[in-house]
């Protein structure tokens, strides 16, 4: 679900190891400036017509630069807005633990966003921002899917506080966009689990177990990614550079809520779902013992039974019951008795 | 057990999402005032005929509105008491994390009730309150059932501190309503677990088990709301804002007291919980043992009888034995020989 | 074993349910005086008779209050005394959680001790003790058993520091005797826990799994009550109104200690418990492989002879085997080659 | 392994508990006095002989007191250097955890030492140490055995800092010395886990898992004694009376280290002796699953045949197919072909 | 995989044991001297040619000894730059936890790097540093592998910061080094987890399992050895001495990043694993279950056949049934009958 990057090993630090020939996507930048009066919003194509740091009209800046194939252009971000270079590896090596770095002049953050993709797979795709006075550069993976969309569209219709406070309020909102994504995803999971406890309670199968499974393995993935979330806001809520205002920390306050809403319901899952399968052992367990049970009261019946025909099937020259003119009578109501007093047996035992 | 309605991903926070058509209850709006000389109790029609916040004639005013369909009633009451929006939309999204958030004039709690319906299922339902200087709101989902007629008996009667102390021993006094209506629920489930203890010990069936997961499933639920009840009623007692009064905090200790006696049944009830599946599960297997024991038995000691029968029903030209006078008669021996020794064996290995 | 009552939910706080007709004791109400000099120790009828609060003649006073069917009687001791209504309704309401709450003038205990009754069964009975400058209050549930002998016996006889300290000293005696009596019952459940080892590893049967279920069950209780006996200990040893002296304190720094090693043996027991429900499981796993072994190496060997027999024994008209003067010889050989391989292929499987 | 014994309930605290007739061993008195230039040492009858506390001639005092049989000269010696009670108690009192107790101007502590025996068992033994300046006593609970030897030959021989530095760095070596004898203790377990392994994972037997649970309870029991040895040994680092010099902490800090690093092997064993009871019953469920393969492919093969072969054993004066001159082979071919399409069905199944 | 040498027990501390005779390398030292204008590199044969402590012309100095086997010259190495005895000692008692030790100008490091040998096995091996002012001393157990030669390059190539900061980012580089060394080996770890699943789902086998318990033991061991790997790195961050400086500091930070994220990694892996042994038995369960149906369903339908087949090939006399003409023909119809109303039967239950 996740793809991971990771520094090749002993390359010094905060090298940006270029991505793979055909892998990642070329970047595209957008730059939306907005203010209570109103909002702009362009495609650039190049760095250098990006605005410089610390223009001080009021308006607040959002650089998004989606795309991560081209090492250079993103270089040439950093070298612009002075963004740290250990920050810059870790845009490029996706798949970081979610946290927030706080450099001088900015705050480095990263978070991972989960969506479901067109094929209706989870997918996760990593999300850097630096913060900055009146200004907020993110770095996504690509450019077509991500869960913003609603945010950019406060920008432009100016609903809410969005317009009217500055890019601590943005980080935020595109945080809890990530944050409140994840309810959906969960309560698919809990209707996912329902169906399957109520399969295993009712028709436990070989099939369950592999959704099981994967289940589990979704959960423990997910927990990966919204336990540090969690932290993430958390240090942004105690953050003490000045960039994050008191006014958006009461939001953020509620952000912190849904994230631990959301591993509350995680845990309960995990909970759950450790005991389906405990359930499913002994349905499996239960089963076998029935089956089990219908092999040895057929076979402890008929057993004897054949033995008594067979042994009145021997050829010996002399026996005598076979010339009883009430042999076979005799012989089939003393198979009629063994019979019968083993169905009692049983029945005693409750095995029937 | 808990309805949980979330934010619609990437709407603006405090965004009241109205409730779906005919889902909810419409409001009720009940007003009672008093203090230590009288009590006076009637239904509100709108919400303008509510008094003013800030009177300061000594009496308590306790506002019920119950019921969430009315979106607009709720926000004209929100613009009313100033109440916080980002607090107006978690009493919308029910099903949220009991907690405790300190606004400025105002101290906004949100408590979950656990109580049985006619039908005897546990259900919850979301309790928000707003604390005020003078004044307590609550808002409930519903204004048919609730764990809270004894408290206004005891405000009606004059009973106890109640019209004594102000709406922070009012608050108060509902959240142990609601702690204390655990007990007799945990009871219940006290009960049905000797009861499947009982029962799984006796005669391990497969009903039990679904009971069993039932049972763990419960108590994970009420896990997951009481826990943040016990971190509730904490930071009400470390509350710093001036609004809950040092004689409610012994109060609230109290409560405090109470909501860890319940974690600690409900962490018992767990590990109980948790050894009966095991039990079960032993049973199950130990019976499978025993069935298979039996089955094994009678197969070895019939099947090679079985063959010498079948051995002399063969239809050769020549076979000495058949010839003999005796022959059936050794025959006869030698096989309740077989049977003998196998009979011996098995006693021996414990088996019979 | 702890029989547990909560108020009645929605009843005013510090109410004192009473108890039901019949159940309890009657109160029985023993003042012992004591200094270096000599003790007096006699059975009071009333409340009245009893000393006031706050005598300063070097005497320690040690109010026993026995039984709680009298909640009046009970009340006019918390009225005589100033004990506070919240400590008294913990009082009546048994099976609290041993905690340690500090008031104005006195210090208010809950302890739960464990004994063994006439029968041997595990009882539990809660404890309650007010300490005041210079007197010691003590109410238990009734005044026939407890496991306070001793301590009344050291008393009299003047043996040790008892006489030389104050109450502080006697609620230490007290509450050490308490932790004290969990030894030998300890010691007891760790041979019954021996036992079950040695039978679990000798003859695993299921009378094994229901004394195992049993005694981890009784771990569990044991677990809840001493727990938060510890905390009790510890908050005493911080104790800062001055109740406790600093003499007294490094005693109980003593008891704390006997309490962590209770706990650890406790914790011990627990996991050697749950892996001898691991072991047992995998005993029956074992014997039912062993006992599906015999059965199918008798069955594997015997099921073709018995075919072959059938073969022979059929009747058709022309049968060339049947007329071979030596068919049955060659028949019986070839009998004997299959029994043997096959008796060759279980040997090297190692199932023989 | 850990022989325990815990006071009288309800005895006076203090009280120094004579042992049972014939337990326990007479003390033996080692008196060894060092300082740079030199060693004396020598066995002391009575405990008057014994040099006075607080000669301050720059010696470094040891008083070895070994065995517990003799409770009055046990006294005696408490006496002499106004031992505290409680620590008495402790002494005698075998089994308690480590710890460390301060008492005015005396350090006593507790620890336990394990060791092999000659017959190869691990036993522990109660070492109590007081610390005083310039003097250290350690009592044992016997003379024969204990793990001192090499720290005696090291003050014998002057080798290393031992000479040089006082009483807190003899009972610093003394306690490293318990500590390190755990290694080897450990290698040992580390081969048997090893060699249980290879058993399990190659022929899975019933006496493995009896040894893999009293290894997994010889691991439990290791850990209640060496997890708080370590935290005896950090409060001896945060010691705050002056009676542990600076130097002495920079090697307990290294024995904290050592202490650290069995725990993590202790843990590791815990983990890798857990997989391995899973890894057990997954061997046998396999091996069952083998067995019920063997079992099952050749009763469904022969039984069917098996049922052809009675039912042309059948004395049915009527029965058409006995009479055709090929209807032998005819019945044979049809048994093949039986027996062939099921060989293929199991084939396909992989069941054989 | 981590070969673990303690003292033996009893020996002075700081003695340094030498290894065993063929056992360990011999060192090899080499001489890494660089500041920002230039390298210089050799191999120096005795101690005495290394330079002084505290030469302060600028430069850094790398001193790496890799080998163990010649204690006297490790001794020399000591004694030349006041190598603490404790932290020598540890040196060479290797299989150390990870840890940070400081002593008064120095710091002592112990890390643990693991990598692939030239068979692929996973391989641990000691790096022991000692970190002064412009000075880096690392000791190695052996000359010949190691994770460090990206960082020698980086060295010499002058790329990155390593020239332009002292030997406090060159530990820092080392650290990191060792640290991302081990994210391709848990990436190795990842796929063999992924096949393990598929493996398991697909056809689960005895071979996977014993696979799978190498695997969790392979993480037991990784988790050991980076759980303090990361504590080294945190006490580094909050070094006090001086030695490191707050550049390296924001490198280390990252370092620390990394290892939380191997951490969870491994975590996650941990439960996966956890969940698969899970998956496997039950996958075991089911396929016994299926087996025990066919069995049953074959027994179940021929026994009684077989034994109807029986009763008429018994050699009664008079058997009134065998001399019908039809007799064969209801008797086939009867056997008919009972196969089929089984199969319906075992249809119904869903066994077939």
């Known amino acids: 679900m996740f793809k991971t990057r990771h520094p090749l090993p002993g390359t010094a630090p905060a090298t940006l190891t270029p991505l793979d020939e055909g892998e990642g996507f070329q970047p595209v930048i957008h730059l939306i400036e907005y203010s209570v009066e109103g909002v702009t919003e362009r495609v650039v194509q190049t760095v250098e017509e990006l605005p410089e740091l610390g223009i001080s009209d009021g308006k607040t800046r959002w650089i998004e630069f989606n795309g991560l194939a081209d090492i250079p252009k993103l270089e040439e971000l950093g070298k612009k807005y002075n963004l740290h270079p250990l920050a810059l590896e870790d845009v490029v090596h996706t798949g970081q633990r979610p946290k927030a770095d706080a450099y001088e002049d900015q705050l480095f953050l990263v978070a991972q966003m989960v969506y479901r993709d067109e094929n209706d797979r989870l997918c996760g795709e990593q999300v850097s921002m630096f913060l900055f006075k009146g200004l907020l550069i993110t770095i996504q993976e690509d450019d077509q899917r991500d869960v913003f969309d609603p945010v ?6 100016g609903r809410g506080w969005i317009r009217k406070l500055g890019p601590d309020y943005l980080a935020y909102a595109l945080i809890d966009s990530i944050i409140d994504h994840c309810f959906p995803i969960l309560e698919c999971l809990g209707e996912a689990l329902e169906e399957l406890e109520d399969e295993l309670l009712d028709r436990p199968n070989k099939a369950c177990v592999g959704r099981l499974h994967e289940f589990r393995r979704t959960l423990v993935q997910l927990r990966r990614v919204i336990w ?11 953050d003490e550079s000045g960039l994050v205002s008191k006014q958006s920390k009461v939001f953020l306050r509620d952000a912190y809520d849904h994230a631990i809403r959301i591993m509350d319901l995680i845990e309960s899952y995990r909970d759950i779902a450790a005991g389906l399968l405990e359930l499913y052992l002994s349905a499996v ?3 076998t013992n029935e089956i089990m049970r219908v092999l040895t009261v057929i076979s402890a019946i008929f057993i004897p039974l054949t033995f008594v025909a067979g042994l009145y099937g021997m050829n010996f020259k002399y026996m005598p019951e076979l010339e009883q003119p009430y042999g076979y009578f005799v012989c089939l109501a003393v198979m009629i008795a063994i019979a019968a007093f083993q169905i009692a047996f049983f029945k005693r035992k409750g095995w029937l």
Not at 152 to 157: A, K, N, P
Not at 228 to 238: A, G, K, T
């Open 152 to 157: 950019r569209e406060r920008v432009r219709v």
């Open 228 to 238: 540090p979330e969690r932290d993430l806001i958390n240090s942004l809520l105690h």
């Open 285 to 287: 367990s239960q089963r």
